[in-house]
């Protein structure tokens, strides 16, 4: 699958660079969409059935010990929502935070999806690992993600809920 070969020194030269550009644009890219684009549930965002809105994450991969130690890309990027904690539990906070969980998943989805490009310059053997360093970087803020999100709706619900009690 190789069409292009380089001295190795110069793989790794340009697979760093690849990266760097791919992970960029991709983060810029997906923050350009407008919010209404996260507000639609398409059938990556909502929560199967057996993800117990999210438990699943936490029961299998214990999320909460590791979660705290992946970045928050907005701190990188200087753009963006900053997730890493809850700031507030105001009703449209909440619903920010939700889109822009959703938006994080996209984001990281396709982040993956250029890993096969790499096939192009790289040989095979190397190739795969650049495919495994896509999916180790990627899958565990999906995951977070997909933990995060129903919780979030879950605290919003019950708060519409008790609102429209009230009135």
Do not use: C
Not at 33 to 55: C, D, H, S, V
């Amino acid at each position: 699958m190789q069409l292009i070969e380089f001295p190795m020194v110069w793989t790794i030269i340009i697979d760093s660079f690849a990266w760097a550009f791919f992970q960029i644009s991709i983060s810029f890219f997906t923050l350009s969409l407008p919010e209404r684009y996260f507000q639609k549930q398409t059938f990556i965002y909502p929560a199967r059935k057996w993800e117990n809105e999210g438990q699943f994450w936490q029961t299998h991969f214990d999320i909460k010990n590791w979660a705290k130690i992946i970045p928050d890309g907005t701190r990188i990027l200087k753009k963006g929502f900053y997730k890493k904690y809850l700031q507030q539990k105001e009703a449209n906070y909440l619903e920010t935070f939700i889109l822009e969980t959703k938006r994080a998943e996209l984001t990281h989805w396709l982040s993956i999806l250029p890993s096969v490009l790499f096939f192009l310059w790289n040989p095979v053997w190397l190739g795969w690992i650049m495919v495994i360093y896509a999916l180790l970087f990627n899958v565990p803020i999906i995951l977070v993600q997909r933990y995060n999100r129903p919780r979030l709706e879950r605290v919003l619900n019950r708060k519409n809920a008790r609102q429209y009690k009230i009135h």
